[in-house]
């Protein structure tokens, strides 16, 4: 077992191994665990997220133990980075690793709760949902500043942005790291694509890209319809994407009968 703990939380590590051999049978499950499980536990009056990784094939096991970093070693890194460059994220708290002679068999991240939050989905599928528009402006104003920093934020989905208001304004966290990519600079086309993920399931709702495109391009001194055309075009080719990817699992299990 490899275990590595922030500077601010290594009192905890007895509890929090202790924690984990119990990970299966207690907890409070957040969400429906089908791919990656996520639990709250309380230890020593303080509630954290224990996030378990689905298990990797027998290939992906010998990569992520001898040439590739874990996700959970990646999702600590890259919460101690955004926390570098002031942006927010729950505090990262400690990885786990487990491995055996071929590879890495189970990792796990644990990070502070966040208590009294609300999703960004929670935003942009309800339309009367008190400072919408506000807060859709301001989650493209975070983006923008991710991009200025060289930070491409790949799972920018509405679900990995929690929410919640501190001293007057909204403060957004962001979780799920594992997948982020750090540039000296990302090009416009890429920004723009950035978007894809989210606005996904928003091409619907040509509202929300036009209050997307048009703050992101007050921000950068874009046009608005550029912003808009390059962001519609993204969110078209993840719905050609997801299309594919629904019809090849429909024939692997059509040729497994």
Do not use: W
Not at 108 to 136: C, K, M, Q, W
Request: aromatic share 14%; proline share 2%; charged share 25%.
């Amino acid at each position: 077992m490899k275990v590595f703990f922030a500077k601010d939380f290594s009192q905890y590590n007895e509890e929090i191994i202790l924690t984990l051999k119990k990970f299966k049978t207690s907890g409070t499950i957040i969400g429906n665990g089908n791919r990656n499980v996520v639990k709250i536990f309380e230890i020593s009056g303080l509630l954290f997220n224990f996030k378990s990784f689905k298990q990797h094939n027998i290939i992906n096991r010998h990569v992520y133990k001898f040439y590739r970093k874990s996700k959970a070693r990646r999702s600590f890194e890259y919460a101690q980075l955004l926390l570098d460059k002031n942006f927010c994220t729950p505090k990262p708290v400690a990885y786990i690793e487990n491995h055996d002679f071929i590879g890495l068999t189970s990792s796990y991240y644990i990070s502070e709760h966040l208590e009294n939050a609300f999703t960004l989905a929670d935003v942009l599928f309800n339309r009367d949902f008190p400072g919408r528009t506000e807060i859709i402006k301001e989650y493209t104003a975070l983006i923008y500043a991710l991009h200025e920093n060289g930070i491409q934020f790949i799972d920018n989905t509405a679900g990995n942005f929690l929410i919640r208001q501190e001293n007057g304004a909204y403060r957004f966290y962001m979780v799920d790291l594992n997948r982020i990519n750090v540039y000296a600079s990302i090009k416009i086309p890429k920004r723009l694509k950035n978007f894809g993920k989210l606005t996904l399931d928003l091409t619907f709702d040509k509202e929300i890209l036009r209050i997307i495109s048009e703050e992101y391009a007050s921000l950068s001194g874009l046009s608005s319809e550029y912003c808009f055309r390059e962001i519609s075009r993204a969110s078209n080719k993840m719905l050609i994407k997801r299309k594919v990817k629904k019809v090849l699992k429909l024939y692997k299990y059509l040729i497994r009968i």
